[in-house]
């Protein structure tokens, strides 16, 4: 079968178009063919072999997985003796490790939901693991709550445009920080505020909201603090990916959040999202019933999947970008 995949670690142009064998699935496993693939920082990270801690787990010389690609949806070719949710002809969204730059790839059963039926495979590999991390964020670690008023920071990006729409369904007034030329992109998918952070900083109306969501991950924390209400939350979802060679997205803000919030009010958290198939139905409800939609950026073909993890470092997507597979 077709796929994209790589022999060392490196810059994008490691990953090549080859054909490589279909998948074997196990028991517990779904084979799917894989409409679209999502492009995420983690397909980045194990693509650069950077942090270098990832190669602990990756393949300290190469990759054990070749494939490249997380993020999939496409139709069930076939299920493993212990599946009993899902059966050929199926349409299905997920995450898997064992790559989805490629024709076929192998999923396990609780990883993966059916498909929103409004929404076209493209948008759907947008979904599982940004709007899974937003869910969770929003959800879990701020449970947001109706009157609430709640900063997105990164608003136009994939986790934050999901972070957005997630906490408007909650009922929350929400403000997008995001950069020029994005407002209207940010008002569309529900903002109420728009902090262009050129122009503006963050603490411009003082310590109002009850919720902070901060996907960048370069402001201080003091900064952060100062925009929120004296027992409110703050969020910090992930960093910058590319920085560092031991401990990348690991940044000096997550490090000391957890230590910070033993001794002040305010609620200072880290965010690490687990992948689930039970999340996943639940953004399957919410985009059928309109709360939420998918914002794709741009659509690449297979063979330029390489052009796609350029773009996700350089250029700044609004929302997420995809390879498309068939």
Not at 48 to 76: D, M, T
């Amino acid at each position: 079968m077709k796929a994209i995949a790589q022999d060392g670690y490196g810059p994008p142009d490691v990953l090549m178009p080859r054909e490589v064998d279909r998948p074997t699935i196990g028991d517990a496993e779904v084979l799917v063919q894989v409409r679209a693939a999502g492009v995420d920082p983690g397909v980045w990270i194990f693509m650069a072999g950077r942090p270098y801690a990832v190669r602990l787990a990756a393949g300290l010389r190469r990759p054990k997985v070749s494939v490249r690609g997380r993020a999939f949806a496409g139709v069930v070719a076939a299920t493993g003796d212990g599946v009993t949710g899902f059966q050929p002809g199926d349409e299905v969204y997920g995450t898997t490790p064992r790559g989805t730059y490629a024709e076929y790839t192998a999923a396990r059963a609780d990883r993966m939901a059916r498909k929103p039926a409004n929404v076209t495979f493209d948008q759907a590999a947008a979904v599982p693991i940004s709007a899974q991390t937003a869910l969770q964020t929003v959800r879990d670690r701020c449970a947001v709550q109706a009157g609430q008023r709640v900063m997105v920071i990164g608003a136009t990006g994939g986790v934050g445009s999901y972070a957005v729409q997630l906490a408007k369904a909650y009922g929350a007034a929400v403000t997008a920080v995001c950069g020029p030329g994005r407002a209207e992109l940010a008002r569309s998918i529900g903002a109420d505020d728009v902090i262009d952070h050129t122009r503006e900083e963050i603490d411009r109306d003082g310590p109002v909201y009850d919720v902070v969501i901060d996907t960048a991950g370069d402001r201080p924390l003091s900064l952060l603090r100062r925009a929120l209400t004296p027992h409110g939350t703050l969020a910090i979802v992930g960093g910058s990916y590319r920085q560092g060679r031991l401990l990348g997205g690991v940044s000096r803000q997550m490090l000391r959040a957890p230590l910070l919030s033993m001794f002040v009010g305010q609620r200072l958290r880290n965010v690490t999202a687990t992948e689930r198939a039970t999340d996943l139905t639940e953004l399957t409800r919410l985009i059928e019933s309109g709360a939420v939609t998918p914002v794709v950026d741009r659509v690449y073909p297979l063979a330029e999947a390489s052009d796609a993890l350029r773009h996700l470092t350089d250029g700044h997507p609004a929302g997420k970008l995809v390879v498309t597979v068939a």
